[in-house]
């Protein structure tokens, strides 16, 4: 039963992601990256959402619970809860520069706001660096839980499920496939993890049961020295590279501001699904005081407390989690070197092009897991570090005037080279996140140079005027 639930949901998501091209004939660079920025505020939201609340979710922030106790969740609450509010501000100004610029990565911001190919490449280059262990983290991620989930398939089988369903995502219809989609993964989703936080609660005798000093070790409720440094100095880092790091993807497929605004205002609504996530965590306690791998603590619950269907809908849940970062995330690196690194490829060809490299990056991508996934996962950590390293470089297009190119270029590789030192040698620093640490090394470096070098006077973003709708444009293209 688990294994045809599980296969039926991702049958399903195909014939979703097909729907989503019904009406489009002829699909062009802009509407395979970005949907024509024509996505209202309900599909904007669910395809931002779909994002944020994948396989990490479900698996890692009650394992993260489990093994770390109160300073893990805290930092991973806390950097959600902030990043919220800041998007509300700052997402419009990544769109508002996304139509001035016509553009549809962010290396076409970068380099057409500062008129600079050569900061285009470097920003290209971070962010590939980033954006390939992440991508194929989708897969590892896939693949670990359906084999705890006890589902008929191996390594290599689920694998190239998650690549061929991934890939048919956006063959279809680009970016529009995963947005539709995450409306079915999201309710699959969150109806598992309320389901086993309250079998959770209902077997371990109530909230006061789980949740009591008899069930729960001191150490996981109490905190402080570097365990509460890294969790306040995390909670800034990722707030600010949540929306500059990771999320202008989606943000540049919005119809407008104001739907940004719109899709934003309700975003906290998900993290209502937290509470029974750490019921999980506080269950297994009590219920697994010495599980070995804590990334198995809630599949075990799962597969222990709910019945075959059950745990099947979960499954499914967490293999589209997978899946729909995995595509999304293959999308972006499609675009990034079909427009930045080989800008002369003619636009009729682009999507071809951007097509043609989310194939070969699926099929890299999952070699790399069969074959060197420990290497991979050890890049991982990597990745919030380095797409924090974009932060200052936005910072400078959005509100200041005089940042010289070759400034932020020397910045963000500086920062790059900080985050790669900093992890390989792990000084401690008290409890800072090293992440925050580099970040600070780039800005120094970027603003340092310029006011040495102050260069002629560019308009920042913020100053642009207001645009009221994606779609038809013109924009501004140095």
């Known amino acids: 039963m688990t294994a045809a639930i599980f296969f039926g949901v991702m049958a399903l998501s195909v014939l979703v992601a097909f729907s989503a091209r019904r009406g489009m004939k002829n699909m062009s660079i802009g509407e395979y990256l970005v949907g024509g920025r024509s996505f209202p505020p309900w599909l904007l939201y669910f395809l931002a959402v779909g994002e944020i609340y994948s396989i990490g979710t479900m698996i890692g922030f009650p394992a993260g619970i489990y093994a770390g106790g109160a300073s893990y969740g805290i930092w991973f609450l806390g950097y959600i809860l902030l990043a919220y509010p800041l998007g509300y501000y700052i997402a419009p100004l990544i769109w508002r520069a996304g139509v001035r610029y016509d553009a549809m990565t962010i290396p076409d911001v970068f380099g057409r706001h500062f008129r600079s190919r050569s900061l285009e490449l470097v920003t290209a280059g971070a962010l590939l660096v980033a954006l390939v262990p992440w991508g194929q983290y989708q897969f590892i991620g896939m693949q670990v839980v359906l084999q705890a989930l006890g589902l008929p398939i191996s390594p290599v089988q689920s694998v190239l499920l998650a690549g061929v369903i991934a890939f048919l995502y956006l063959a279809v219809s680009g970016v529009r496939s995963p947005a539709f989609v995450a409306i079915l993964k999201d309710v699959l989703m969150v109806l598992g993890i309320v389901v086993a936080g309250v079998v959770a609660v209902t077997a371990g005798g109530g909230p006061a049961e789980v949740f009591g000093p008899d069930s729960v070790p001191r150490a996981q409720v109490t905190m402080s020295g570097s365990p509460m440094v890294f969790a306040l100095t995390t909670i800034v880092f990722q707030s ?106 003619r636009p009729e060809a682009q999507r071809r092009t951007t097509t043609a490299v989310v194939a070969v990056f699926l099929v890299a991508a999952a070699v790399l897991t069969l074959t060197a996934s420990t290497l991979m996962l050890t890049v991982l950590n990597l990745t919030y570090y380095l797409l924090g390293q974009l932060v200052p470089g936005w910072l400078a297009l959005m509100f200041f005037r005089r940042v010289r190119p070759w400034a932020v270029s020397a910045g963000m590789l500086g920062g790059v080279a900080a985050s790669i030192v900093l992890y390989v040698t792990d000084p401690g620093l008290g409890g800072i996140n090293p992440g925050l640490v580099a970040v600070a090394f780039n800005c120094v470096l970027m603003f340092g140079l310029s006011l040495l070098r102050p260069g002629p006077a560019t308009e920042p973003v913020s100053a642009h005027p207001r645009v009221t709708s994606g779609q038809g444009a013109s924009p501004d293209t140095p």
């Not at 005081?289 to 099947?312: C, E």
Request: net charge positive.
């Open 240 to 345: 600010v590279t949540f929306y500059l790091g990771f999320s202008a993807a989606y943000i540049f497929t919005a119809k407008s501001e104001r739907a940004i605004k719109s899709s934003t205002v309700w975003m906290p609504v998900y993290m209502l699904m937290y509470p029974f996530l750490v019921a999980t965590a506080y269950f297994a306690f009590a219920d697994r005081p010495h599980v070995k791998d804590p990334n198995t603590v809630f599949m075990a619950i799962v597969q222990d407390r709910l019945p075959d269907w059950l745990v099947g809908v979960v499954a499914a849940g967490a293999g589209l989690s997978g899946v729909l970062v995995l595509a999304v995330t293959a999308l972006t690196i499609g675009g990034i070197v079909s427009r930045n690194l080989a800008p002369n490829i």
